[in-house]
Structure formats: C-alpha cells, structure tokens
C-alpha cells in the first residue's frame, strides 16, 4: 500500500494534522533549541535579552504574515551585527546604533525588490561563493579576540579585568568542553542543544568560583515591559551600518534552500525569495525601532525541523508567541544578564570559529580555485581587510570590519576580468545547502 501521508515532494503531511496541543508544544520546543544563540548575541552586545525575546517573536509573525505561513522558518538575534553594535554603541550610542539598523533592515527590502524584478540568481551574480566564502570567515575570526577576552575573565574589547584569570579560565573551559560534546556526541534533539548545555554547566561552576550574584534577580518583579529603546538616526551610523546587512542577506539565502532541502519543497519560488528577504527585513527593521537586535533565519531550528519531521509553519507561530510571553517575565531576563563573561567566552570559543568554518567550507564545496589569481586576489584581500582591522575614512566617519570588506569582495568580484562569466541561478548554493543537510542527517 502506499503511503498517502507523504505529498509528492516526500513530506509527511501528518505534520500538518496535529492537534493545537501538540503544535504549542513542537513551538516550545523550537524555542528552546534556538533559546540558547537568542539571548547570547544581546548579552555580549550590552542589549536586553528581553527585548531580544519580544523581537525575535514579533520578527518571526512578521516573517510569517509576509511569506503566507509556508515556509517553517524562526526568526532571531543575527551574530552578523556582534561587532558593528559593539562599534556603534561606543561611537554613537545605543539609540544611534538602533537607528542604523532600521535603515540595514531596508537593505533586505531593496535586495528583496531586485530579487522580485530580475530573479533569485542575481544574488549568485552579485556575490558567488568567492565572495560570500572570506566576508563569512571574516566575521567568526574578526570576533575570536572577544571570545578569547571574555574566556579569560575580561571585557569584551580587553580594557578591563572582570573576574580572576585562573577562575575564568577553569569557568570557560568547562563550558566549551560541555558546548563540544554535545555537539559531536549529542544523539537526536540533545545534540541541537549544545549552546544551552554549555551555558548551564559554566554557570554552575561560576556559581561555585563566586562569579554568579543573584541580588539582582531576589529585588526585581516578577513581571515588567521590556526596556524598549527609541532609535536616533545619524548618517554616520547608517552609512557605517549599510554595508553590514550584505553578510546576512548572504546567510539568509543559505537557510532557505537549506530548510527547502528538508521539506523538500523550492522556497525561492513560493512563496519566493524575494518574499523571504522581505519578511526578513521588515523583522530587523521592527527589532530596531523596539531596541532590539537584528533578525535573521536560524540553522539551529532548521536542525530540528529535520529531526522532528514537523514541517508545519504554524509551529514557529507558537515558538514566537512563547518568545513574546516569556520577554515579560522579568526575573528571567535578570537571571540571564547574570550569566558571567567567561562561560559565554567559552561558548564563543566555538561558536565564532564554527561561523568561520561556515565559510570556508563554502569555498571548498563550490570547488574555488585559489591557484586562479583572481579568485585568490578576491580571497585573500578580504581576509586581510577583515582580519587585519583595516579602516577607510576619518574621524568622524569610517568603514571597517564586514562594513569594508563586504562592499570590496563585491567590487572585487564585478571589477575584475574573469574568462567565465557566472551563471545567474543558484545551481551552486543548493549544492552546498544540501550537503550541510546531508551531514546533518548522518
């Protein structure tokens, strides 16, 4: 007998029967997975992880009204925006900073316009894998130094001492190994959870090295409005700011073909790439004006969309409605901002190498030929730019970071004669979003 639970794209359509307990509770469940990531992006910037929370919900609605609830997608903190906040906020301020990204939220709308007028495959014309490769390596090693500051007990940028060396470095490293284990070790949802894992482990021993106070939490509510921030704008910022939302635009294409390679079902037609992109900038654009992070599409639920079999996208309206209950608990929040530096520079430790192990890998599947000069001129400049710290401008106003280096791979990429021009489709970004879920699933 065939199995009529299965549509013609392999998807097991029970998926899409379950009772509204059952779907509340799979929506609990991608929130958990993607808890972890969530609240650590706006603990390192200085953010409220309750307002992270109410903005990754109220994204992913937005993402959802504009695609038409068909792609199962959830939305949150992007680890993209780390160091440009961090920069910004000590530029212009937080308001500033805000403001920047309401206006970096257009860009999705502006890429999401071409898409829409001439076709998904621009975007491979525009930055192909010998672009999006470095600018993605770029970002996890330009953010190593933070992760190794705070794992030894600093801030962020090093200026200052926040707890022992010897603790922290004890502290910090039981949470990596922790955050390691589960992820190589881990069998079914467990291994989705390795941020949450190393969290919990580090804080304990934090607990036990007198890193962990809890006054903070025992004075506050039970329950208050998140610290919304009013955004400012100032051109310096936005102009600095722009150029950042390329390296997510990158991301984002990546996550949809690979949620489409588990569903088996092609979400850069329907309901369109250019749909995506859009919800997706509109979530980064309605965060800002709330002071919350930027949003961009989460690999870790796509994992476990994969593992769970429930395609349904009206789970993700569950996980976003959770999110939004959950911001207004305000012990929680609290009890999060008390999460020490170095269990989080732990964590980091991996998870900022793993985003440059994204890129490099992009670059060894789509098979680039660095012993072609060109490629390795594109390459290699970026890197440099990136890693380096290089900085155009003056002191009022400069470029640097993903900001220069995501604006001179492109140059770079349509400046240079090359013997083969690319093909405008996204042959080549399919094939690399389905081997990651290949691996995934093995």
């Not at 890429?111 to 495959?121: H, N, Q, S």
């Not at 992820?183 to 959870?193: D, E, H, N």
């Not at 430790?349 to 000069?373: E, R």
Request: with cysteine; hydrophobic share 55%; aromatic share 8%.
């Amino acid at each position: 007998m065939p199995d009529n639970s299965l549509s013609k794209s392999g998807v097991d359509q029970n998926s899409f029967n379950q009772p509204t307990w059952r779907n509340a509770l799979a929506g609990l469940q991608m929130l958990f997975v993607a808890f972890g990531a969530l609240v650590l992006m706006p603990l390192i910037t200085g953010l409220d992880p309750s307002v992270a929370l109410f903005t990754a919900g109220i994204g992913t609605l937005i993402f959802q009204f504009i695609t038409k609830q068909q792609v199962p997608i959830f939305l949150a903190s992007s680890f993209v925006f780390i160091a440009p906040i961090a920069y910004s906020v000590q530029t212009w301020g937080v308001a500033a900073a805000m403001g920047s990204l309401f206006v970096s939220g257009l860009v999705y709308v502006a890429i999401a316009t071409m898409v829409a007028v001439r076709g998904a495959g621009f975007l491979h014309r525009l930055m192909p894998p010998v672009v999006t490769g470095p600018i993605i390596m770029v970002i996890g090693l330009g953010l190593a130094p933070i992760a190794v500051n705070m794992a030894m007990g600093k801030t962020g940028d090093g200026a200052a001492e926040l707890f022992p060396y010897m603790d922290s470095l004890i502290v910090s490293m039981s949470a990596l190994l922790t955050t390691l284990l589960v992820a190589t070790l881990g069998k079914g949802i467990m291994r989705l959870l390795p941020i949450m894992a190393g969290v919990l482990v580090g804080y304990i021993m934090a607990s036990i090295m007198g890193m962990v106070s809890t006054e903070a939490v025992a004075s506050s509510e039970w329950f208050a409005i998140p610290n919304f921030i009013t955004p400012e704008f100032n051109i310096a910022a936005i102009l600095f700011m722009l150029p950042v939302a390329i390296a997510p635009a990158i991301e984002h294409v990546g996550d949809i073909l690979a949620i489409g390679s588990v569903t088996g079902k092609d979400y850069t037609k329907k309901p369109g790439l250019h749909r995506t992109l859009l919800g997706d900038g509109v979530a980064t654009s309605t965060a800002a004006l709330l002071g919350g992070p930027p949003n961009t599409t989460y690999s870790e639920v796509t994992g476990a969309v994969m593992l769970t079999k429930m395609f349904n996208p009206r789970i993700m309206i569950w996980a976003a409605c959770f999110a939004i209950i959950l911001a207004f608990v305000a012990k929680f929040g609290i009890a999060l901002q008390t999460i020490p530096a170095p269990v989080m520079g732990g964590i980091l430790i991996l998870l900022f190498g793993s985003i440059a192990g994204v890129g490099m890998n992009i670059l060894v599947k789509a098979q680039v030929d660095l012993a072609d000069q060109r490629n390795l001129v594109i390459v290699s400049t970026t890197l440099v730019f990136g890693i380096g710290g290089m900085a155009i401008g003056n002191a009022d106003f400069s470029l640097q970071g993903i900001s220069l280096c995501g604006l001179v791979a492109i140059a770079m990429n349509l400046l240079l004669p090359q013997t083969k021009l690319d093909d405008e489709s996204l042959e080549q970004e399919q094939a690399i979003a389905k081997d990651a879920i290949d691996h995934k699933r093995s």
